[in-house]
């Protein structure tokens, strides 16, 4: 990757192992990317991190981009736990103690560190985006529901026990985050015998079905789960008492050839159209000659169903 003419600056973070950011001089916006199973923050979202500078597009270059990266293989209610850390050192500038006593290391793609004052100087976001690509969605949406849960009198009862009305408002933080999604894990997996003869799936992503069978995160997200049974009853009902909290709501983007999810949203959501001839792992993928991906974090409300 040549530095010239390129306006995002690498830095790496402490923690989690693999983290990174790519900075601007003056952002408007976080973009936090979330990976999904047997992915990692690189390769999953290599794509993303070349045309953010090469679409010369001034909303990619006022746009913080912070990619996430976190152990697949474990229970997905202790990854939305750290995940929400995480987004509280995005949110503070990385300001946190922990950073100052554990420095960036070298740095990434052979090029300059930014200076840590770089990272240190972010202000206040005008808005955050979260982008999620499969069990990336679910960490996120449980991210959600944990925060409106800290709001609830008693935790346990959930979105049905008695939730102060009077939220609190920052200007920025991940309840009023825009989710946008990559076929997310939400409504469950499908690595089942159905995919055994789907006839359109990669052989790549029979692989990934394979290996996610033989985990425990997929008890987590097979269809029919307690949990995703749990995730979205409880965000419905929350989005039913709280509907001006945008991160209760997302847009997700499927490929016509999914194999792996099921293609589905809740009742709070946007329906996306399907995209012809892309699969799990290829949909959010973007390329010059498949900008869509682009063009779906920018503004995913141009791809919603109307019909």
Not at 110 to 127: F, G, I, P
Not at 236 to 249: D, G, N, W
Request: aromatic content about 10%; hydrophobic content about 35%.
């Amino acid at each position: 990757m040549s530095s010239k003419n390129l306006s995002h600056i690498p830095v790496a973070l402490p923690r989690p192992d693999g983290a990174y950011a790519l900075l601007v001089e003056e952002p408007q916006r976080a973009i936090v990317f979330v990976h999904g199973f047997f992915g990692n923050a690189r390769t999953t979202w290599r794509a993303f991190q070349r045309l953010a500078d090469e679409v010369c597009d001034d909303w990619w270059a006022q746009s913080d981009l912070y990619f996430y990266c976190y152990d697949s293989w474990s229970q997905s209610e202790f990854q939305a736990q750290d995940f929400r850390e995480f987004l509280k050192d995005v949110l503070q500038g990385f300001r946190s103690q922990s950073y100052v006593d554990n420095p960036p290391p070298a740095s990434l793609y052979d090029r300059r560190s930014a200076d840590k004052a770089l990272l240190n100087s972010r202000k206040e976001y005008r808005e955050l985006l979260i982008v999620g690509h499969s069990t990336g969605g679910v960490i996120v949406r449980q991210a959600v529901v944990q925060l409106m849960d800290a709001y609830s009198n008693t935790k346990s009862s959930g979105p049905r026990a008695s939730i102060s009305k009077e939220l609190p408002k920052p200007k920025v933080g991940l309840l009023d985050a825009s989710l946008r999604l990559f076929a997310p894990a939400n409504c469950g997996a499908i690595c089942s015998g159905r995919l055994a003869i789907a006839g359109n799936a990669p052989v790549s992503e029979i692989i990934l079905a394979l290996i996610l069978r033989s985990r425990p995160l997929f008890e987590n997200i097979r269809e029919g789960s307690t949990l995703l049974e749990r995730l979205r009853s409880n965000t419905e009902a929350y989005f039913e008492q709280f509907p001006a909290v945008k991160a209760l709501t997302a847009h997700s983007l499927f490929g016509k050839d999914e194999a792996i999810v099921t293609a589905d949203k809740y009742d709070c959501d946007r329906r996306c159209r399907g995209q012809e001839s892309q699969s799990h792992t290829t949909i959010c993928k973007p390329s010059r000659g498949f900008d869509i991906p682009m063009k779906f974090v920018k503004n995913p409300k141009e791809f919603v169903d109307n019909g």
